[in-house]
């Protein structure tokens, strides 16, 4: 509950601020065109501002993982450190995972069990 | 470790044959001194999965895995309650049978529960240590974006909302599972969700998400839009 009430009260600041602006009477009445372009930018602004916090958040660390833990995790080279097996390469991990393949058919294929493709 | 804990491992499965056995084949190796079962939970798959399971029923015995099928498709949250009647342990494991999930990390959940005395242990690709293998960078992009946005308006406090592969004390699990309504990538999202709302303690171990063996996994326009709804929906009930 705490967490929606954080969200509504931002989002009710944020509507009483444009709100206010839109009062304020900088813009006249008489200028239609650019008021209904005011109201666009709006809507554009909260998605617009959204985004930045994003990438922001997607690189704090969260729970330890940290900012370069992030980059290498979106990074194509990276992507074995960040799973988990530091200084193994992609090909490497996937070598390590067919052994596992290897070994599971190795054992079950004797005693009667269709494993994978087989 | 775990001698005077059972673990049930709950596993549904649609049109698994070809991954079935190399699961139960790594969690037998990667779980020796543990006492625990797996069950599949078969939604009627015609490729002959429960084919396999009677195959390695015979190689491992009927008492460690356990074949709970069901007639067709009803669903993964209504697949988790079917197996959690069946379960004799007092912890449950629930985890993909597309090997996407790697056994190999069942003993880290086992001990970070017992460490901590946790209710859940949730494995998580956002903390150090975990991570996501053979993921085009769109859908890594997409996946932490969509983490970040339930963050942004759940807090749910734990760094991964989505994954499905976690620890449950039996009665914490039975105890959530009766309160979720949700289906699909939203029913894991509700569970820990629900969990962190009831005040359960949960802990969480980094995993390797490692896309599945064989088969094809799909990201679509319906299913972010199946997310989005869903989140609406858990902002609003909890």
Redesign the interface.
Known sequence: M???VK?MTLLVAISAFWIGLLKTSVVPHSHTWLRIKLNCYVAIFFPATYLP??IV??LRS?????RS?ALS????RG???????IGES?YE?GKR?EA??I??KE??KP???????D | MGERNKYSIIVPTYNE??NI??LV??VFKHLRDVDFEIIIVDDGSPD?TQ??VK??Q??YGEDRILLRARPKKLGLGTAYCHGLKHASGNFVVIMDADLSHHPKYLPSFIKKQMETDASIVTG?R??????????T?MR??TS??AN??A?????PGV?DLTGSFRLYRKSVLEDIISSCFSKGYVFQMEMIVRASRKGYHIE?V???F?DR??GSSKLGGSEIVEYLKGLAYL?VTT
């Open positions: 705490k967490h929606i969200i916090y994003c958040r997607m969260v729970n330890g993982w940290s833990d995790n979106l990074s194509s992507i074995a450190v960040a799973a988990g097996c992609t991990y995972r596992d393949v070994e599971a054992f079950l005693r009667g069990v269709g494993v994978g493709s | 044959r070809l056995a190399l084949y790594l002959g084919e396999v195959q390695l015979q190689v998580t956002y903390v150090k240590g975990g991570g996501v293998h053979g993921w960078l890594k992009l932490r974006g970040v946005l963050q942004t308006l759940l807090w760094s969480e980094p995993i390797t490692v063996v064989y902002l």
